[in-house]
């Protein structure tokens, strides 16, 4: 009988085969994480946070160049010139609009209101945006309106390009009800979402995505009609249809620093014809409507065409007459 076929020694070599398989299974077993079959198992690596420093750092150029935005806007609209509104109207296209695309909407108010706002941390440059408007708009008005949403300074623009002979002159009463629209078009909307939680449908009540020319071909014929009435219709969205503007001019009656107005505006109405907002109604600002566009501030300073100009004139002459 050879050695294998003894039957103690089959035992011996059976177990040194069980003994050998258990020692590999247990070594391969050690090896891998328990998570992670197949893997290695060396130590995790710390990942180390950025601090809100380094954040702020990364962020900088955004920024730095928005304060050189705002500061040109607020200096044009503190100097009240005209070159340099239209500068700024340009200065918005390109930077809010085409460059960053970034604009304050009616979907920014949706997330006050629920607390769904974007994290400070990664976001700084748009807080110092939406703190800019909040701001100038308790202490000015519709400034943000007038010149710095890239929309409305893409429809100014059309309007200053496009021949007066196109323009349509609205109804005061027609112009005054048309205006409601947009506080309808803002509650709504919020009452959608509130109930909802849905807000893609935002992109059919502001045509702000245009900057980023992604759109639907439904969406483009709508921009197209709109910005054709907008030709017949001086700043027909902005005037009738934003529901930003219309939240913004809730706001704005708590205006700080409003509009000087002299005595004899009670009675001179060349204001109230020069406004292409429709903005001054039976000789009274509207401050809801009102987007700061400076005409008639401008006129109230010239005095060659404001009546009180030319009364102080008669007043200083009768003045000297009688001092003869």
């Known amino acids: 009988?050879?050695?294998?076929?003894?039957?103690?020694?089959?035992?011996l070599v059976g177990a040194y085969r069980v003994l050998v398989l258990c020692m590999l299974v247990t070594g391969i077993t050690r090896?891998?994480?328990?998570?992670?079959?197949?893997?290695?198992?060396?130590?995790?690596?710390?990942?180390?946070?950025?601090?809100?420093?380094?954040l702020a750092k990364e962020q900088a150029p955004d920024i730095v160049l928005f304060l050189?935005?705002?500061?040109?806007?607020?200096?044009s609209f503190l100097r009240k010139s005209v070159p340099l509104k239209y500068v700024t109207l340009v200065a918005s296209v390109l930077y809010m609009g085409i460059y960053k695309s970034q604009l304050i909407s009616v979907v920014n108010i949706f997330g006050t209101l629920t607390g769904n706002l974007p994290l400070f941390a990664h976001s700084m440059a748009w807080y110092a945006f939406a703190t800019f408007t909040v701001v100038t708009t308790v202490l000015w008005g519709r400034v943000y309106c007038?010149?710095?949403?890239?929309?409305?300074?893409?429809?100014?623009?059309?309007?200053?390009?496009?021949?007066?002979?196109?323009?349509?002159?609205?109804?005061?009463?027609?112009?005054?009800?048309?205006?409601?629209?947009k506080y309808g078009i803002l509650f709504g909307a919020v009452g959608y979402y509130l109930v909802t939680h849905e807000i893609a449908f935002y992109r059919y009540i502001e045509p702000f995505w245009l900057f980023t020319f992604d759109a639907t071909p439904v969406l483009w014929m709508l921009l197209g009609a709109l910005l054709v009435a907008s030709i017949f219709v001086r700043n027909l969205y902005c005037r009738f249809l934003c529901p930003l503007g219309a939240a913004l001019g809730l706001l704005s009656n708590?205006?700080?620093?409003?509009?000087?107005?002299?005595?004899?505006?009670?009675?001179?109405?060349?204001?109230?014809?020069?406004?292409?907002?429709?903005?001054?109604?039976?000789r009274q600002i509207i401050k809801s409507e009102c987007v700061r566009c400076d005409d008639?501030?401008?006129?109230?300073?010239?005095?060659?065409?404001?009546?009180?100009?030319?009364?102080?004139?008669?007043?200083?002459?009768?003045?000297?007459?009688?001092?003869?």
């Open 68 to 75: 050189a935005f705002a500061t040109l806007a607020m200096f």
């Open 254 to 282: 708590l205006t700080v620093f409003k509009i000087k107005r002299w005595s004899e505006c009670s009675q001179c109405r060349l204001c109230e014809k020069t406004c292409e907002w429709g903005a001054i109604r039976k």
């Open 296 to 324: 008639c501030e401008i006129l109230y300073a010239d005095e060659k065409r404001c009546p009180h100009w030319l009364l102080e004139l008669k007043r200083k002459a009768r003045g000297l007459g009688i001092g003869r």
């Open 1 to 11: 009988m050879t050695p294998l076929k003894r039957p103690w020694i089959r035992v």
């Open 31 to 54: 090896a891998q994480p328990a998570d992670d079959a197949g893997g290695w198992n060396f130590e995790d690596e710390v990942e180390v946070q950025p601090t809100l420093l380094d």
């Open 146 to 181: 007038g010149r710095i949403c890239a929309f409305g300074a893409f429809t100014q623009l059309i309007d200053a390009i496009v021949p007066k002979r196109f323009q349509l002159e609205i109804p005061q009463a027609l112009e005054q009800r048309a205006s409601y629209i």
